[in-house]
């Protein structure tokens, strides 16, 4: 079911999501430490994800960005009485935005300009689509409430479009960012939700020259990010039943050894 929802209302919805099925995979204890227990704690977003909030502002909605995103002119000198003025007006301006400095906003600016000047990202994004779509479902297996917000979809659905920064957009490194951010989970995820042909992502570096790579993702690539959504969706609906949310194991493990690249 498409629901209109706000960035803040979308994440307030009780469902499961790929972020929540990444926490899920550390353990159920982390899970319901972050997501359930009643004294959790409000995570507060890091300068990298409100950057990255911003960049899909400006990608894929430049028309909110002065209601989302609020930039000083100038440095404001608080020890000066007309300094603590604007400062303060500044902030009373900026209630509910995210904050970037002058010299942050210009680097999101000049990412956004190169994926709109990128042919195939340019391309793409300009097709027939809807962006920041929020979607819900009931998983047949589980019986779960789940959620999904991709950034972009084609109108007819076939085609899924995902916005990353990124350090190192190079297939090799960034395929190794879809392993360890568990990018792929997400590109499952969504394909299936909207039943989708392909899910694409952008990748676009978050440092100069701020290039621009488009990567579609494998068979492979999505059907071991499926294998990882069942088995973590199975595994929420045993805790959900059984009221248990076990961490890492309550028994002595298998003996630990050193990762294969520093054994010698």
């Not at 790579?213 to 805790?239: D, F, H």
Request: charged share 25%.
């Amino acid at each position: 079911m498409t629901r209109a929802l706000t960035n803040e209302a979308y994440h307030a919805l009780k469902a499961v999501s790929p972020s929540q099925i990444k926490v899920l995979g550390r353990s159920p204890l982390h899970y319901f430490d972050q997501f359930l227990a009643e004294d959790r704690e409000k995570r507060e977003p890091t300068p990298a994800m409100q950057l990255g909030t911003a960049l899909h502002t400006a990608v894929l909605e430049p028309e909110l960005w002065d209601t989302t995103i609020a930039v000083p002119p100038h440095s404001f000198d608080r020890r000066t009485k007309v300094g603590k003025e604007l400062a303060a007006e500044f902030e009373r301006e900026a209630a509910g935005k995210i904050v970037l400095s002058p010299d942050d906003a210009d680097q999101v600016r000049r990412m956004a300009d190169q994926v709109r000047k990128h042919p195939a990202a340019g391309f793409l994004l300009e097709l027939p689509g809807r962006r920041e779509a929020s979607y819900t479902w009931e998983d047949p297996q589980t019986g779960l409430a789940c959620k999904t917000r991709p950034d972009w979809h084609s109108e007819d659905r076939r085609i899924v479009v995902d916005v990353k920064t990124t350090r190192d957009a190079s297939r090799v490194e960034f395929a190794k960012s879809i392993a360890n951010l568990d990018y792929h989970v997400q590109a499952a995820w969504n394909q299936d939700a909207l039943q989708a042909e392909q899910f694409i992502t952008i990748a676009v570096e978050n440092v100069r020259p701020f290039a621009v790579a488009v990567y579609p993702a494998s068979g492979a690539m999505i059907a071991a990010g499926q294998r990882r959504i069942e088995a973590a969706m199975a595994l929420l609906a045993q805790c959900w039943e059984t009221g248990v949310w076990p961490g890492y194991g309550d028994l002595v493990q298998e003996p630990i050894e050193l990762p294969g690249w520093c054994r010698d």
